[in-house]
C-alpha cells in the first residue's frame, strides 16, 4: 500500500523538526525526510542515540543535527523550538513523535504516572503545536504531524493513561487543523497501525501473539506513507486501516466489542 509511481516528495530546503528521533518511527521519520533534503533537527533524551542518528543525518543531509530534549518539560521544550527558529529563519515542518507507553492497572492507582504520561504524550504535543504554529501562519506555510494511536479509538484495559493521552492529542489536532486550514497551515494526526519498535515490542514480553497481520507496519514504511501524505488536503494519516471498523464494531455489537476487550484484560 505504500508504493506510489509517483516520485517521492520533496522537501529541499525545508527546516524539519522530529521529536522522538532517537528511535523506531521518529527515528524513520527523521532519516526519511533527510533523504528528501530537509535540514532535519531530531529530539530525544538520549545522547548517545542522538549521536548516530547525527552522523547519518549530516551524511543524508548536510545542515542537520540533533538536540537533547525532554518534550514532556513543555517550557524547555517550547524553548528549544524557539531557538531552533531563531537560528534557522523558520520550522517549516514540526512532527510530534515522541511518546511513552505504560501499561498501567487502573488498581494501582499511579497519579504521577498518569501525569507523565500526559506531559510526554500530550501536553508535549500541545506545547509544540502551540510555539510553531505563529510562525507558520505569519509565512502562511507549515505541516504539523502529531502521532496519535488506534488505542485512541480503542482503548485497551491497562492502557488508560496511554489512550487518554493519544485521545486527547486526537481532539486538540482536528480541532486545530479545522482553525488554520485556511492560512496555509496543514495539520495532521498520524495513526501508525502497530510497528515493531521498543514501544510496539513492549507488550509482547511475556510471548504474547502480535497483532493481525492487517494492522502490522514497518517505521520505514510508515515514515514513507508521511512524507508523501503530509501536506496535502486530508488531516488523518492511517497506516493501517482495520482498526477504522472499532467504533462501527463498538456501536453495532456492543456485546463482541466488550467481550474481545475484556479478554485482552485478562490476557497478556
Ligand atoms: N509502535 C507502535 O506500534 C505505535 C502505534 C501507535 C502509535 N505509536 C506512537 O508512535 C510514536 C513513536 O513510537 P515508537 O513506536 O517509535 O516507539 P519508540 O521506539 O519507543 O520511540 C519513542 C521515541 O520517543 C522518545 N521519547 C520518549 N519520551 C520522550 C521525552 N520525554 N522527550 C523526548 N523524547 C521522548 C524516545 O526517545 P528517548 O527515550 O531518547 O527520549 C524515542 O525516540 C509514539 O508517539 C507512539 O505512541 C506507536
Not at 21 to 26: E, K, T
Not at 48 to 65: F, M, N, V
Not at 142 to 151: F, L, P, Q, R
Request: proline fraction near 5%; charge should be neutral; glycine fraction near 10%.
Amino acid at each position: 500500500m505504500f508504493n506510489s509511481s509517483r516520485p517521492s516528495r520533496r522537501y529541499d530546503g525545508q527546516v524539519a523538526v522530529v521529536t522522538g528521533a532517537s528511535s523506531g518511527i521518529g527515528c524513520a521519520l527523521a532519516l526519511t525526510l533527510a533523504d528528501r533534503g530537509a535540514s532535519v533537527v531530531g529530539l530525544a533524551r538520549r545522547q548517545d542515540l542522538l549521536d548516530q542518528l547525527s552522523a547519518e543525518l549530516t551524511r543524508r543531509s548536510p545542515g542537520s543535527a540533533t538536540e537533547v530534549c525532554d518534550v514532556g518539560e513543555a517550557d524547555a521544550y517550547q524553548a528549544a523550538l524557539g531557538r531552533i527558529e531563531e537560528d534557522r529563519g523558520r520550522i517549516d515542518i514540526l512532527i510530534n513523535n515522541a511518546g511513552i507507553d505504560l501499561m498501567l492497572r487502573a488498581s494501582d492507582g499511579a497519579l504521577s504516572t498518569v501525569r507523565r504520561v500526559l506531559d510526554i504524550n500530550f501536553m508535549g504535543t500541545v506545547a509544540g503545536t502551540l510555539a510553531v504554529l505563529p510562525g507558520m501562519i505569519e509565512r502562511r506555510s507549515g505541516i504539523v504531524v502529531n502521532v496519535s494511536s488506534d488505542s485512541a479509538r480503542a482503548p485497551e484495559p491497562r492502557q488508560g493513561a496511554y489512550a487518554a493521552s493519544k485521545a486527547a492529542v486526537t481532539a486538540f489536532t482536528d480541532s486545530v487543523a479545522h482553525e488554520v486550514a485556511s492560512q496555509g497551515v496543514h495539520v495532521h494526526l498520524l495513526y501508525p497501525g502497530w510497528v515493531p519498535t521498543a514501544m510496539g515490542l513492549s507488550g509482547d514480553e511475556d510471548g504474547g501473539s502480535l497483532p493481525p497481520k492487517m494492522v502490522r507496519r514497518t517505521a520505514d514504511g510508515v515514515a514513507t506513507l508521511v512524507a508523501d501524505r503530509m501536506g496535502g488536503p486530508r488531516i488523518d494519516i492511517n497506516a493501517a486501516h482495520l482498526p477504522l471498523l472499532a467504533p462501527f464494531v463498538r456501536t453495532l455489537a456492543p456485546g463482541m466489542y466488550q467481550k474481545a476487550m475484556r479478554r485482552l484484560g485478562t490476557t497478556g
